[in-house]
């Protein structure tokens, strides 16, 4: 299916029809820029952190695992720089009351080829002045100056009604592992250069419109910090580009899809950075991104802590301050990419259309469906569900034709379709068939689970 035909609409209309992901509080209208994901979403969800987990945790042997606190010292987010500086350039249309961040404004109204990054909110307000840039919703030229946003959601701490203290929800997840470095490479007896990854929940006031998962107020970050020596950082800064990529790939995004966007402008502890985009329906825009954050982290936490962060090398006993390396992707912003990425529209031969999810079958929610061909057989069918069900997630469908439960089970992207006839009775062979062919072939019900487990591997 052509890439132009792939709307967004299309995709949230799969989703929320199929049990992926309704909106957030829905019955009570809705809260924008929240989602739930539903049965089928959750599976999706879970399978593309195990693979993420399989791929920087368990197979990489200098990483390792953490799950910090969201609700951290309030500290951390002044060592962080957060309190001080973390926001958005925010303009409000006086017309329709509707919000923007003004570096938006000015990236869709030159197609991409104006890089605001490395504007002041200055030169901002006179290049939406100079070209008239009009709010994209209701057409006016009506702007409010630009406002810096702040994006950390606040609660508060305390028992006693008026002696509360101001907390922060993590705007980012990075900050736990920078607080767990002495313990990490105190128990782990890690060595220079480590790392130490973490999948968690993040929150930030997002003023701009969501796309869908695409920008949530609340999402889950899977990323690690690489602790390491300055002299070799640049080299694990362009291997992990390299690792993002490879992971994208992997997972199931088409590398025509994918690019490398080198940032214009650096914050001013870091040597390089760089987005990978991926081109999502609603034009190329970031799907994670690899940053080189200097010493900026470790020295601040040193600073704000009055813990030491060096590292004394255990062979030359060089006292180290570690650089940091960044890799960052957003669950949801992966798991849009890959809903994309996979939703398509067949012409069969009979001139039908099905829509089909081609996950990679490590991702799809479900590995397999068990289907009866008539009711009577239902009891078998359940063997075979009980049997596979101990290795797989599956399905269990027979109400309705055997082609409808196919087209059910092609549109949340089941890779195999088991069907149990009356055959199966007799000799104890069921038919598979496979999504993405819809070739059938008949199969010992023993031979099953390791069929599918060969084919399933990430
Ligand atoms: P953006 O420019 O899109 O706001 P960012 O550069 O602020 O993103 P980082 O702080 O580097 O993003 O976060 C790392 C990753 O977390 C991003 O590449 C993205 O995949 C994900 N992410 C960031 N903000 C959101 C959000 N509001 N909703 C969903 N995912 C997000």
Request: charged share 25%; proline share 4%.
């Amino acid at each position: 299916m052509e890439n132009s035909k792939k709307t967004m609409e299309k995709v949230v209309n799969l989703c929320k029809s199929r049990g992926f992901v309704f909106p957030g509080s829905e019955i009570y209208g809705g809260f924008a820029n929240t989602w739930d994901y539903g049965p089928i979403g959750v599976e999706l969800e879970n399978n593309v952190k195990k693979a993420w987990w399989k791929r920087f945790v368990q197979e990489s042997p200098n990483t390792y695992g953490v799950d910090a606190s969201i609700l951290m010292n309030p500290r951390v987010w002044e060592a962080s720089g957060h309190v001080a500086s973390f926001g958005d350039p925010k303009m409000d249309c006086k017309s329709c009351k509707q919000r923007f961040r003004a570096d938006n404004l000015i990236e869709d109204h030159s197609k991409g080829s104006v890089c605001p990054d490395t504007m002041t909110n200055e030169e901002m307000e006179a290049y939406i002045a100079e070209h008239n840039v009009k709010c994209p919703r209701c057409g006016n030229f009506n702007w409010t100056p630009i406002r810096t946003f702040k994006l950390m959601f606040e609660t508060s701490r305390g028992t006693i009604e008026g002696e509360k203290d101001v907390v922060y929800l993590r705007p980012e997840t990075c900050q736990g592992e920078y607080v767990n470095f002495l313990n990490v490479q105190r128990t782990a007896r890690a060595k220079l250069p480590f790392a130490i990854a973490q999948i968690g929940k993040s929150f930030r006031n997002e003023i701009t419109p969501g796309n869908f998962l695409f920008r949530t107020i609340e999402f889950e970050q899977m990323e690690l910090q690489m602790f390491c020596k300055d002299e070799t950082a640049v080299d694990i800064y362009n291997g992990y580009k390299e690792k993002a990529w490879q992971f994208a790939k992997d997972v199931g995004l088409n590398e025509e899809r994918l690019r490398f966007h080198d940032h214009d402008k650096l914050a001013h502890y870091a040597k390089c950075a760089c987005d990978i985009q991926y081109n999502f329906p609603i034009g190329w825009q970031e799907l994670n991104g690899v940053h080189h954050r200097g010493t900026w982290d470790c020295s601040r936490h040193q600073e704000f802590s009055g813990k030491s962060m060096i590292y004394t090398d255990p062979v030359t006993n060089e006292k180290i301050l570690p650089t940091v390396i960044e890799y960052s992707i957003g669950v949801g912003r992966l798991t849009l990419a890959l809903l994309c990425e996979a939703y398509d529209e067949e012409v069969l031969e009979n001139g039908e259309t099905r829509v089909v999810m081609h996950f990679h079958p490590a991702i799809a929610p479900y590995k397999v469906a068990i289907l009866p061909l008539q009711k009577n057989l239902g009891n078998k069918a359940k063997e075979v569900f009980a049997l596979l069900s101990k290795e797989f997630m599956c399905d269990y469908d027979e109400a309705g034709s055997i082609g409808k439960r196919y087209r059910r089970q092609d549109e949340i992207g089941t890779p195999f379709c088991v069907t149990i006839d009356f055959d199966t009775l007799e000799n104890g062979t069921v038919t598979i068939r496979d999504r993405d062919s819809m070739e059938q072939i008949r199969i010992e019900i023993d031979k099953l689970v390791e069929y599918i487990s060969s084919k399933i591997k990430f």
